[in-house]
């Protein structure tokens, strides 16, 4: 899967086509038709039921996406569509972020089928398009466009949770992704008087954006509580033999390695500028300037995020939001969760299950606005010395091959006694 580029450059740019045949015909070989669904030029998923034995109880969506993200090929110390494997790993774009899962998920149904294997419920695989820039070729155009594919289905499992973390102690945990940050994309926009750049002007739009933004990109938002991080923290603190502050959980973060890259940001909301836009000639004062804010929000802490930033930008700033997005928050109990535990314990006795907030988002956004509840659960056992959250969109991507074949394994037990 990683020797079919599947480049996703945004705005409606990508090519799912040639992966989607790929996935397709991998399960028609043992029997599994599938619905190719194009949703624009080379934009394609890919949607294929598996029939349960109880057709009393609801569904589970288990779904991937297809697309991956640009690469500077130059960087990498391997071809990064070449699908190599050396060292232990197989190396590539996208073997993290998702085709590891996409091909435990294909491997996973063939056997079953080989075996002629059913499982306890119905099974729906969809492998989504556009998951990287914004899901409208993918996940948000099903849900809208052909929501009766989703009829009877309640809960899903995808991306981004399931793989061990290895922390102070030498404790391994297993990072369940049960809530996602929120999005607003903020544009900001400056408004002030034209004139020559050699006049006395202070009414410069360009000096009241960047005062603005100066506050905003370097603003110390407040560390919050939230019901995942609660249940994250204190388990960290309980192994690592610290105490558990709700109000500052910093001293924490160097108990977990790499992974506080990401977990920093689910303390707290975020606001980073990230885009700057003005002027036409250096000679010229322009009469507007923008810049977009990159807004992540807490779940139940959207009104926070937005008030906050318009208190720091002043009332001379215009704000729009060009991107909304939700943030998700399930609980880590129930069946469903307790089957992932239980299938982790089967194949790493040592195991610890934690529920975990991420701080970007999966299709499950997507599913949510049909009541389906969405975990992320792509189960890999990992060296402890391996930055994996470094590997996201990262160079030199690789996922451990002994580590896949591991997931292979808790997947199947997951998905039989679900």
């Known amino acids: 899967m990683i020797r079919i580029p599947s480049v996703n450059h945004g705005e409606g740019k990508g090519d799912e086509r040639a992966i989607a045949d790929y996935v397709a015909a991998k399960l028609a070989e043992v029997g599994i038709e599938s619905e190719l669904i194009v949703t624009g030029e080379n934009r394609v998923n890919v949607v294929a039921k598996i029939v349960g034995s109880d057709q009393s109880r609801p569904g589970l969506v288990v779904h991937g996406h297809l697309d991956v993200v640009p690469v500077n090929a130059a960087d990498w110390s391997v071809d990064p569509f070449g699908g190599e494997i050396k060292d232990g790993y197989i190396w590539g774009r996208g073997a993290v972020d998702m085709k590891d899962m996409d091909a435990m998920i294909i491997a996973t149904v063939r056997a079953w ?3 002629n294997y059913i499982p306890p419920r119905n099974i729906l695989l969809v492998f989504f398009a ?14 809208a466009n052909r929501p009766e594919i989703f009829k009877g289905y309640t809960e899903a499992i995808s991306e981004v949770g399931g793989f061990s973390v290895t922390i102070t102690g030498g404790h391994r945990l297993y990072f369940i992704e049960g809530a996602q940050k929120g999005i607003n994309w903020l544009q900001l926009k400056a408004t002030g008087d034209a004139g020559h750049g050699s006049f006395i002007n202070p009414k410069n739009a360009i000096t009241k954006l960047s005062a ?14 939230t019901k995942t991080g609660a249940k994250f923290w204190s388990k960290i603190a309980e192994l690592v033999g610290e105490k558990y502050d709700p109000n500052n959980v910093r001293p924490l973060l160097k108990h977990i390695g790499g992974a506080a890259r ?37 779940p139940g802490f959207e009104e926070d995020l937005l008030n906050t930033v318009k208190k720091l930008a002043g009332e001379d700033i215009e704000i729009e939001v060009l991107v909304r997005d939700k943030a998700l928050e399930v609980e880590f109990e129930g069946p469903l969760v307790e089957a992932m535990k239980a299938a982790i314990a089967k194949y790493d006795v040592e195991g610890i299950p934690v529920p975990y907030l991420m701080s970007g988002g999966t299709d499950n956004k997507a599913l949510s606005d049909l009541g389906i509840v969405g975990y992320g659960f792509s189960p890999v056992k990992l060296p402890p010395e391996l930055d994996f959250f470094a590997l996201f969109h990262g160079v030199d991507e690789r996922i451990p091959v002994d580590g896949l074949k591991f997931g292979v394994k808790v997947l199947n037990e997951f998905l039989q006694n679900c």
């Open 130 to 143: 556009d998951e990287e820039a914004g899901s409208e070729y993918g996940s948000r155009y099903l849900v």
């Open 113 to 115: 089928k080989r075996a």
């Open 262 to 298: 990401m977990m920093g940001a689910t303390i707290q909301n975020t606001s980073n500028p990230t885009m700057l836009d003005a002027g036409y000639k250096a000679n010229v004062i322009p009469q507007t300037a923008t810049a977009v804010v990159d807004g992540r929000f807490l």
């Open 212 to 225: 603005a933004i100066s506050r905003i990109g370097s603003h110390e938002w407040p560390q919050v509580e």
